[in-house]
């Protein structure tokens, strides 16, 4: 799942995600995201998360979404433009697992991915 | 400004564009540093469009993206996938929203921190009254001939005196 209020990175990380055998949901915001998943039959493997968004920012969907036992296999991947190591630490003692600064390239996020043992060509998003 | 933080050097601040166009792109031509201002872009130009981007925080100011319409659309093209497609407002800004917040989120993490990161604002068209010698320019940088100029404004916070 790709949660980012810019339709045009999100359609960057789906271009990537897509070239890795993903297939990827999108929202425009926590709320939003978290809306998707309380109705979608699977649950996504992983979310990409913004940070800076409208109505919930990334940080309070990982707050959101880490204590429910339903989303506990989910790796959450912050994908942001914050790059202070103040947010970095945050965003991770709150239960994000993996932290990537914006701008990145395709190699990187697929890195990211291999680190988290997703590369698996069929696996979901 | 407050804090000891130095402002990000106008080469450092071009250097970062590039990584931005780039990710957005993927290739090679990417916004070129000019010395100075060109005569056509020192006052406000038709077709311009500016993200602005707040921090705020230990440092507080904003982060102001200008450049234009045409190059933004060349761009969202590119990003979006159909060369012909017509692209709305909505589609432009949020291009042009995502650039500035992308170059201004990395700029924060080198100031005097911690502070926030606004979300962008969007404005087509000059500012009403702007004249060009109100044009603040700290890098300024050429793509595909259209202007790409990045200004960091410092803004005191407010004090009792203010109030």
């Known amino acids: ?125 | 400004m407050t804090g000891t933080a130095e402002l990000p050097s106008s080469e450092d601040i071009c250097a970062l564009v590039g990584e931005v166009w780039s990710s957005f792109l993927g290739e090679d031509s990417l916004p070129v540093r000019l010395q100075s201002l060109p005569a056509a872009t020192a006052g406000p130009v038709d077709d311009e469009v500016r993200s602005t981007v707040g921090i705020t925080g230990a440092w507080n100011g904003e982060l102001t993206l200008i450049t234009t319409s045409a190059a933004v659309a060349v761009v969202a093209r590119a990003v979006f996938g159909d060369p012909s497609v017509q692209l709305a407002h909505a589609e432009l800004a949020d291009v042009v929203g995502e650039l500035g917040n992308i170059i201004a989120g990395n700029i924060k993490s080198v100031l005097a921190g911690p502070s926030a990161l606004l979300l962008p604002s969007v404005v087509f068209g000059a500012l009403p009254g702007e004249q060009a010698t109100d044009r603040r320019a700290d890098t300024v940088m050429s793509w595909d001939e259209h202007p790409v100029i990045v200004s960091l404004n410092t803004r005191h916070p407010m004090t009792e005196d203010d109030a």
Not at chain 1, 105 to 118: F, S, Y
């Open chain 1, 1 to 125: 799942m790709i949660i980012d209020d810019s339709r045009a990175m999100r359609m960057i990380l789906r271009r990537i995600m897509a070239a890795a055998g993903f297939e990827a949901t999108e929202a425009g915001d926590g709320h939003e995201a978290l809306s998707s998943l309380e109705i979608a039959t699977d649950v996504p493997d992983i979310a990409l998360i913004d940070w800076n968004m409208p109505n919930m920012n990334g940080l309070e969907f990982v707050k959101a979404i880490r204590p429910v036992q339903r989303y506990s296999h989910m790796t959450l991947m912050m994908v942001t433009s914050e790059g202070e190591q103040a947010q970095i630490v945050r965003a991770l003692a709150a239960g994000a697992h993996e932290y990537l600064v914006k701008p990145f390239t395709p190699e990187a996020i697929l890195q990211k991915l291999q680190l988290l043992g997703l590369t698996s060509v069929g696996a979901r998003s």
